[in-house]
């Protein structure tokens, strides 16, 4: 590595400083300040897990003003807007909601938590956090597994966090060829069904965008482990059990549900009254290292996939779509988000944290040096080209940050 530890730390500090902003007494950190000027769910989840390295106080606060919006049914928004500012094009969105967003983001909270509470032992913030916690787990329960399978369902991909990830081009019913404008106009479209049906998952919306998602799940299924261990030293006995009450039943979900028939998990989805099983490789199939759920052969035959130039091993990390895809596309990257190839730091922090579970220490090792050695090449971009290592999307993008905790 080329960049010293200190170096790279410094240009993070300085970044994150930059990107800080605070609205009366809550301050919070933007992904991006031309791209995305406003408080993010999964985003300030990395951000925190960040700061825990380098600026704790800050990392609690992050998370403070992340919870301080969280609706009466549990649910944490994926958007914050603190404050009026110009608003980029891809953010005009009538949500239906004051100040937030309607849908929300992947459970990351209780892993940012845990990672500040193994940085300072601070069983106090553990204890102001966990009800958010267990109310946000008790919302998907309650209201995204209506037929109480134990497995959760989004109602729009934005809710996975990756808005254009192939994952999704069944559900919102596009061919195999489409621009980027489609596909935000199709979810967009979710998101006025969502706001007509007044934010209640009805049969309609159950059959139009009902994705179990599974790197969704396999977080999920962290969040209830890790809060099932925090609930435990806090002496909240019952939030503990409760978790790891549903942590078994979706994690048997997982394996009942979600694999294909080459073995591999993948993510299923609702057609009519048939549940199909979404067989495209990105990824995701990663995700059961992260979430622990994988075998020991199963993780092997990932890892395998992972260092086949046929499908995963590029120069420069992890790309999001397998290159064997025919959806596999580094064309398209602007003006919105593409998770259709591009390398990310989200899923590249995940991958590695998978890989470092299970002992493959060496292979997490080299996803780290690819990640640092993308910041050296490209600065502080959204996302990658897995190849040549070239930068997309926004700028000063908070996310590199994780090459820290990696």
């Not at 005009?92 to 459970?107: D, E, F, L, V, Y």
């Not at 559900?171 to 979810?187: D, K, V």
């Not at 895809?325 to 944290?353: C, H, Q, Y």
């Not at 292979?363 to 290592?389: C, H």
Request: hydrophobic share 40%.
């Amino acid at each position: 590595m080329s960049m010293t530890n200190g170096g790279l730390e410094h240009k993070i500090k300085h970044l994150y400083q930059q990107n800080r902003r605070t609205v009366g007494k809550y301050s919070y950190t933007i992904p991006s300040s031309k791209t995305y000027p406003y408080q993010w769910l999964w985003d300030s989840c990395f951000m925190a897990i960040t700061m825990s390295h380098f600026d704790i106080a800050q990392a609690k606060q992050e998370l403070r003003a992340l919870v301080s919006k969280q609706f009466e049914n549990g649910m944490i928004p994926h958007i914050i807007y603190w404050q009026h500012t110009d608003v980029p094009d891809h953010l005009k969105i009538a949500w239906g909601k004051r100040q937030t967003s309607s849908i929300t983001q992947p459970p990351l909270l209780a892993e940012a938590v845990g990672k500040i509470y193994a940085a300072d032992g601070d069983i106090k913030f553990v204890r102001e956090m966990l009800p958010h916690i267990h109310n946000f787990h008790r919302f998907f329960y309650r209201d995204r597994d209506p037929r109480k399978s134990g497995l959760i369902g989004i109602i729009n991909p934005d809710e996975s966090g990756e808005d254009t990830s192939p994952r999704f081009d069944q559900a919102l019913e596009l061919g195999p060829s489409w621009t980027l404008a489609e596909n935000y106009a199709a979810r967009m479209e979710l998101v006025e069904d969502w706001r007509e049906a007044r934010f209640v998952v009805r049969q309609r919306m159950d059959l139009k965008h009902w994705v179990r998602d599974l790197p969704f799940n396999c977080v999920l299924l962290e969040s209830l482990n890790i809060t099932a261990r925090l609930a435990g030293l806090a002496g909240e006995g019952h939030v503990a059990e409760w978790a790891l009450e549903h942590a078994e039943k979706t994690s048997q979900a997982i394996r009942e549900k979600m694999v294909a028939d080459d073995g591999l998990f993948c993510s299923t989805m609702n057609w009519g009254d048939k549940e199909l099983k979404i067989n495209i490789r990105t990824w995701a199939l990663f995700m059961p290292m992260y979430a622990g759920l994988a075998t020991h052969d199963e993780a092997n035959q990932m890892v395998g996939m992972m260092s086949d130039p046929d499908f995963f091993a590029t120069s420069y990390g992890v790309p999001t779509v397998s290159v064997d895809e025919p959806s596999f596309d580094l064309e398209n990257t602007w003006p919105w988000p593409n998770w259709r190839g591009p390398v990310w730091m989200g899923s590249n922090w995940m991958i590695a944290k998978g890989l470092r579970r299970y002992g493959y220490d060496e292979q997490a090792d080299q996803l780290r040096d690819q990640s640092i050695q993308l910041i050296e090449k490209s600065g502080f971009r959204e996302f990658y080209n897995p190849f040549s290592g070239e930068g997309y999307g926004a700028e000063g993008f908070t996310w590199g940050g994780l090459v820290l905790d990696m």
